[in-house]
């Protein structure tokens, strides 16, 4: 990982009490600190272990944050820019929120760092309450108490946006990203502030997800002990899907399902520039892909995927042409050693 730019701006913003205050700071933080190069990096980790939705900034509402960031860009990223990008955002967040007395505040940090990509990314964190040992020592004896100690607290990373700044560069789609708890309050407030606009359908997502799962390489199948089948990784891809309560594709849980780590396919996913929203309704047609059609009549049994459904197999009234010269001259070479 390489950090070029980070500041932190402290948002003091207490939940169910009205009034936010800003204290920010006018000069960026040692990036060459092993310790800022932790913060980053857990930060950067929980943040890839997350469900990203991916957008672009919306033109037609554009904010304090697309603007700034816009300048910022515009003069080739520099430091100085930087800050007065990280302090015009940052007061905008707190005008936002001063009259909404559910949101709380917490550490908004500017990063700007690299990691497989090139990144520009903002996090709210905050701190948790946990306990420490403490040895204590008198003359005649040593004693442990129990401390509460404040730490920031990763496991809830409350709100974060990353903006590919290459893919910016070159008008990509989903060059943004962002993630948000939506038992948070403060997260509307988040989404509305960074200007995100969806580009993408869940057709779309389904296509990218469906090419994705036919190009990795297949896991191992627990059962067997050997690696699936790309037809039945696939069928079982999409029984998984419609298994759960909320029938949703969830790249965590299927990572964690079927690669055993749950965040494999993020990882694969950032290495390979694979942009999928971590979570969407699964585009019911496309979707069909998956599928093993397996079906018998007239003493005659086919099994086959979805996905060759109209072009390799094809149902023309009664009649079903499959156009395949492998399995004709399969066919021909079996029948001649029944002969």
């Known amino acids: 990982m390489k950090i070029n730019h980070i500041i932190i701006h402290e948002l003091d913003k207490t939940g169910g009490i009205l009034g936010a205050k800003l204290q920010t700071y006018d000069s960026t933080i040692d990036h060459n600190d092993i310790r800022v190069t ?93 306990l420490s040992f403490n040895t204590k020592k008198n003359k005649n004896s040593k004693t442990f ?23 910016f560069k070159n008008t990509e789609i989903r060059y943004l990203s962002f993630i948000n708890s939506k038992s948070d309050e403060m997260s509307k407030y988040f989404t509305r502030w960074i200007s995100s606009s969806d580009t993408e359908t869940n057709q779309a997502d389904t296509l990218l997800f469906f090419k994705l799962m036919s190009e990795i390489e297949t896991p191992i199948n627990i059962e067997t002990s050997e690696k699936y089948d790309r ?41 390979n520039e694979i942009k999928i929203n971590g979570e969407f309704k699964p585009h019911s047609t496309t979707f069909k892909k998956f599928i093993q059609i397996n079906v018998k009549a007239d003493k005659v049994e086919l099994s086959f995927p979805n996905s060759i459904y109209k072009t390799v197999v094809k149902v023309i009234g009664n009649q079903i042409v499959i156009d395949s010269e492998n399995l004709a001259r399969a066919i021909k070479d079996r029948a001649n050693k029944t002969d």
């Open 38 to 130: 932790k913060l980053v990096n857990e930060i950067n980790n929980r943040y890839k272990n997350k469900n990203e939705i991916y957008g672009v900034f919306d033109s037609q509402n554009p904010t304090t944050f697309h603007d700034s960031f816009n300048s910022y860009f515009n003069a080739n990223l520099s430091e100085v820019e930087f800050i007065k990008f990280s302090k015009l955002a940052s007061e905008d967040l707190r005008i936002r929120i001063d009259n909404n007395a559910p949101a709380k505040g917490g550490y908004l940090i500017f990063v700007n760092y690299e990691a497989v990509r090139k990144f520009v990314g903002v996090f709210l964190v905050r701190n948790t309450l946990g």
């Open 145 to 167: 108490n129990i401390d509460n100690v404040k730490h920031i607290d990763f496991e809830n990373l409350a709100m974060a946006c990353r903006i590919n700044t290459e893919a």
């Open 231 to 271: 037809v039945e990784f696939l069928d079982k891809i999409y029984k998984n899907v419609y298994s759960s309560a909320d029938k949703l594709v969830n790249i965590k849980n299927i990572s964690e399902s079927f690669f055993g780590k749950s965040d494999f396919l993020f990882d694969y996913m950032e290495q």
